[in-house]
């Protein structure tokens, strides 16, 4: 026998109405009549509570000819548990995607070169900036990349050499804070347009004496 004839029968035994029986499952009448037409069938929690309000066991419900609600109800859970390892997946992926985004914010944020050198979002890109004048080679200058013509770009530490008055600019090559080469110029060959009035004098971080961060985009992207 059918799973909905199952209830029925019982649920007329009892003398219950469609409506009465849907109170004591918290459903609407309307998913009771489905039931009993073998239309849908209840999921495996609200057997439960049918078996114990119609007096019958999970077998006397699901066993009998022609009952397709043990398959109907064995497809349904490996298909939630397929849901929910997918789901599952997805979530670590969206986790795991964020992590890393947020990895490489953070280190282009605060010029942490070696992070800046694995983002796979940046480019490598040529940028000009202006050397202090020196006669002895120091391990690293506190310089300002110019990255466009409108003075966008970002302090950093380089590497140079001895640095004559006549060849204090320098061509750099960096993908984002990491520096591949620096090399020294002439003002003639500075990359942007420059006034007549412009002296391209050096000055650094400290000399110009903003209360900002050395750097303040957090976009890992450029």
């Known amino acids: 026998m059918e799973l909905g004839n199952v209830i029925k029968n019982k649920r007329s035994e009892l003398q219950l109405t469609q409506t009465q029986l849907a109170e004591k499952l918290h459903v609407s009448r309307q998913t009771i009549s489905k039931w009993e037409n073998n239309e849908t069938y209840p999921n495996l929690d609200v057997l439960v509570s049918i078996s114990e309000i119609l007096n019958l066991s999970t077998d006397e419900l699901l066993k009998g000819e022609n009952n397709t609600v043990v398959e109907k109800l064995s497809n349904d859970v490996t298909?939630?548990?397929?849901?929910?390892?997918?789901?599952?997946?997805?979530?670590?992926?969206?986790?795991?995607?964020?992590?890393?985004?947020?990895?490489?914010?953070?280190?282009?944020?605060?010029?942490?070169?070696?992070?800046?050198?694995?983002?796979?979002?940046?480019?490598?890109?040529?940028?000009?900036?202006?050397?202090?004048?020196?006669?002895?080679?120091?391990?690293?200058?506190?310089?300002?990349?110019?990255?466009?013509?409108?003075?966008?770009?970002?302090?950093?530490?380089?590497?140079?050499?001895?640095?004559?008055?006549?060849?204090?600019?320098?061509?750099?090559?960096?993908?984002?804070?990491?520096?591949?080469?620096?090399k020294l110029i002439s003002k003639k060959y500075w990359g942007y347009p420059i006034s007549d009035n412009d002296k391209l004098d050096y000055y650094s971080y400290k000399d110009i004496g903003f209360d900002l961060p050395r750097t303040s985009s957090w976009n890992p992207f450029h």
Request: proline letters at 4%; zero cysteines.
């Open 79 to 182: 298909n939630k548990k397929k849901y929910k390892k997918l789901v599952t997946v997805l979530y670590a992926i969206v986790a795991i995607t964020m992590v890393f985004l947020g990895i490489l914010s953070f280190g282009h944020h605060y010029q942490v070169e070696d992070i800046d050198y694995f983002n796979p979002f940046l480019k490598t890109q040529t940028s000009y900036a202006v050397m202090p004048v020196t006669n002895k080679p120091l391990p690293k200058k506190d310089v300002f990349i110019q990255t466009d013509a409108y003075g966008d770009g970002f302090w950093q530490y380089v590497e140079a050499g001895i640095i004559g008055k006549n060849e204090h600019w320098a061509m750099v090559q960096h993908k984002g804070s990491y520096v591949y080469k620096l």
